[in-house]
């Protein structure tokens, strides 16, 4: 069986679209899903099956909202994606220790796409590329790096003009997500 990661976009935010980790767990093993195990209350959900990507991102987004009632945009990723998002990190070590120093938060962040976007509509994330943001893609990844924070980035608030569903992790958490599922295949 694969182990995967499915990324839930904008649940648990603000006080809106709020599910219980719990609840999350009966929902997804009700669909036959194996193993279900998730990882903080931002919809980071680990699991097993031998069914492809597409088919159980659809599973998945549906039975949320059968659920729960709400509508949510699922990222999937198997665990060698994770693996590999990780090893193939563009930017340095440098520059990330750099960017944490002069901003004392996690400066470090992926944006996880269901598929990639086009260029004419990666050209239109150039306008919000500056010396305190910057970003570069790689397939299904944008991999950013925020010198200040990512509260008030113009480049975060925008990757919607990529026009692909999206979910943002930090670097710590793609990390964490790794180890666990590192841990499922023992």
């Excluded at 648990?12 to 998730?38: D, F, H, P, W």
């Excluded at 492809?52 to 729960?68: A, P, T, W, Y």
């Excluded at 070590?93 to 992926?110: D, F, N, P, R």
Aim: contains cysteine; hydrophobic residues 40%.
């Amino acid at each position: 069986m694969t182990i995967y990661i499915a990324l839930l976009r904008g649940i648990n935010v603000g006080g809106k679209n709020i599910i219980k980790m719990a609840n999350l767990r009966q929902a997804l093993e009700s669909i036959g899903l194996c193993g279900v195990k998730t990882y903080i209350q931002s919809g980071n959900v680990l699991f097993k099956s031998n069914e492809e990507e597409e088919v159980l991102r659809k599973k998945i987004e549906n039975q949320i909202e059968d659920v729960f009632g709400f509508s949510v945009k699922v990222v999937l990723r198997r665990a060698q994606d994770l693996e590999m998002i990780i090893e193939n990190c563009p930017f340095s070590k440098e520059a990330i220790s750099e960017a944490e120093a002069s901003s004392k938060v996690e400066s470090l962040y992926v944006s996880l796409l269901t598929h990639a976007p086009s260029e004419e509509k990666i050209e239109c994330l150039n306008d919000y590329r500056n010396e305190n943001d910057d970003y570069i893609i790689k397939g299904r990844e944008v991999f950013l790096l925020f010198r200040n924070s990512i509260r008030n980035s113009k480049l975060a608030n925008n990757l919607h003009r990529l026009d692909v569903p999206y979910t943002v992790r930090n670097w710590k958490t793609i990390n964490k997500l790794m180890l666990l599922a590192k841990d499922m295949e023992k």
